[in-house]
């Protein structure tokens, strides 16, 4: 399947006239990712696919189109989040994040960055907040029992699974089956007058953003929304902000939750990318929304999907990872320079490319819906996840041995510009444009 025929794929799941791909043209990287699994293919189709879909909504509204070029050296330095501030590196992780053995002869992974899961982490495991003292205590228990004991605590951790292991996992059968991306229509409406686009990213960490940033790349009005009380990771709302304003409402009350309905009322996007029963725990459900503005295209995003016996389990990339066998693969399947294996243990992606990938076909869903409302009108309703995208690069081939190597940022697609967090250094956008530059949360009035 080449990567015309992936982003075919892609668009057929979306009522419509799909997109043209005719004219894209993807341009290889000289050097691609180093993984187990087609990382190369599954960005330039998840990227390719985005560009391709804003264009066509471009055209359909009379806006300027992105070019229909994808440079896939770029769109692997731009997934590595590079950021710096006034020269220093952002770290991506936290020191207590990592994947550690245990007493059964197997890894663990805790996701510790937001503080309130790593003050969780040492609470539970009766230790100091100190890396080597939670390697201890990790070592010392069984990794299935501890991960029990974490989730059930409502943190972050995966147990590294094995591929058969996984296979015959409950969750994945009941998952395994899922498209990339679903969509039905949620109500009716007449169709909506291409106006300009808005959008409302109700997201934190990282597939949402990225959506929402791509968005705002393409030309569209995006408002991220959270709240004062919500923890965020500084790279995280750094790299994702570009061309955002961010707004803070509190849903807890009523003020907040006011905030929320008017804009809503006015947003042609709805991006829900929080852990599925948040929104709905304060009422906010995609059918009634459709109610609030009619013709709205509503988009969710999920680590685990909401089907299965593990509908909304909290989980990020690395997450998905560890648990669904892409970790274990990327270590049992690594070689050194002879070829022989080089026996380095669990291994995760060289990018965070579940997370991006979800992002880029979030935001193409986005643009595609929104196209095909313009034309027939209706209300609609689309769903990603960053499992159904794992399936979807381990359908494309794989393990394969690899020599694991770091993806490296070509100096030529960094930018530096001044923000309010300092002088930033980060990755240009592949596509589309850097409107601004990201801006503190809350800094913006909730108002289109």
């Known amino acids: 399947m080449t990567f015309r025929s992936d982003i075919e794929y892609l668009a057929a799941s979306i009522p419509g006239h799909g997109v043209r791909t005719s004219d894209l043209d993807i341009v290889p990287a000289s050097t691609g990712a180093a993984s187990a699994f087609d990382v190369d293919r599954l960005l330039a189709a998840s990227g390719g696919y985005?560009?391709?879909?804003?264009?066509?909504?471009?055209?359909?509204?009379?806006g300027t189109a992105p070019a229909r070029r994808l440079d896939l050296g770029h769109v692997l330095s731009f997934c590595t989040t590079h950021v710096e501030v006034d020269g220093a590196r952002v770290p991506a992780w936290a020191d207590l994040s990592g994947v550690y053995p245990t007493a059964d002869d197997r890894h663990l992974q805790i996701h510790c960055n937001f503080p309130h899961h790593a003050d969780g982490v040492v609470g539970l495991l009766g230790t100091a907040h100190d890396r080597d003292a939670?390697?201890?205590?990790?070592?010392?228990?069984?990794?299935?029992?501890l991960e029990t004991e974490l989730v059930a605590s409502g943190l972050i951790a995966a147990v590294v699974r094995t591929m058969p292991e996984w296979d015959e996992h409950p969750h994945a059968r009941a998952t395994r089956d899922l498209p990339v991306v679903s969509a039905e229509q949620i109500g009716e409406a007449a169709p909506s007058e291409p106006t300009g686009l808005r959008v409302l990213d109700c997201s934190r960490v990282l597939a949402g953003p990225v959506a929402g940033q791509m968005l705002a790349g393409f030309g569209a009005d995006v408002i991220r929304l959270g709240a004062s009380h919500l923890p965020s990771v500084e790279i995280g709302v750094i790299s994702t902000g570009f061309g955002k304003r961010?707004?803070?409402?509190d849903l807890?009350?009523?003020?907040?939750?006011?905030?929320m309905t008017a804009l809503l009322e006015g947003a042609d996007v709805w991006i829900d990318a929080y852990r599925p029963g948040a929104m709905s725990g304060h009422g906010l459900t995609p059918e009634p929304v459709a109610t609030l503005r009619p013709g709205p295209v509503v988009v969710q995003v999920s680590a685990f999907d909401r089907v299965g016996p593990w509908a909304a389990r909290r989980g990020y990339d690395s997450i998905v990872q560890s648990t669904t066998v892409i970790r274990w693969a990327g270590g049992t399947s690594a070689v050194d320079e002879s070829g022989a294996p080089s026996d380095r243990g669990p291994t995760g992606l060289p990018v965070q490319a579940l997370d991006y990938a979800t992002g880029f076909v979030a935001a193409g869903v986005a643009s595609q819906?929104?196209?095909?409302?313009?034309?027939?009108?209706?209300s609609w309703l689309a769903r990603l996840s960053l499992l159904r995208t794992r399936n979807w690069l381990v359908s494309m081939g794989g393990p394969s041995p690899y020599r694991p190597e770091p993806v490296r940022v070509d100096p030529d697609h960094l930018v530096t510009l001044d923000s309010e967090f300092g002088r930033l250094t980060t990755v240009a956008p592949f596509a589309g444009e850097l409107r601004h530059a990201p801006r503190p949360l809350g800094t913006s009035e909730p108002r289109w």
Not at 252 to 259: I, K, S, V
Not at 369 to 378: D, I, S
């Open 369 to 378: 819906l929104v196209a095909h409302q313009r034309r027939v009108g209706g």
């Open 50 to 62: 985005c560009v391709a879909a804003a264009g066509d909504l471009a055209e359909t509204d009379g």
């Open 252 to 259: 807890r009350t009523d003020e907040g939750r006011r905030a």
């Open 246 to 249: 961010n707004v803070d409402a």
């Open 134 to 145: 939670v390697a201890a205590a990790i070592a010392g228990r069984d990794a299935i029992e």
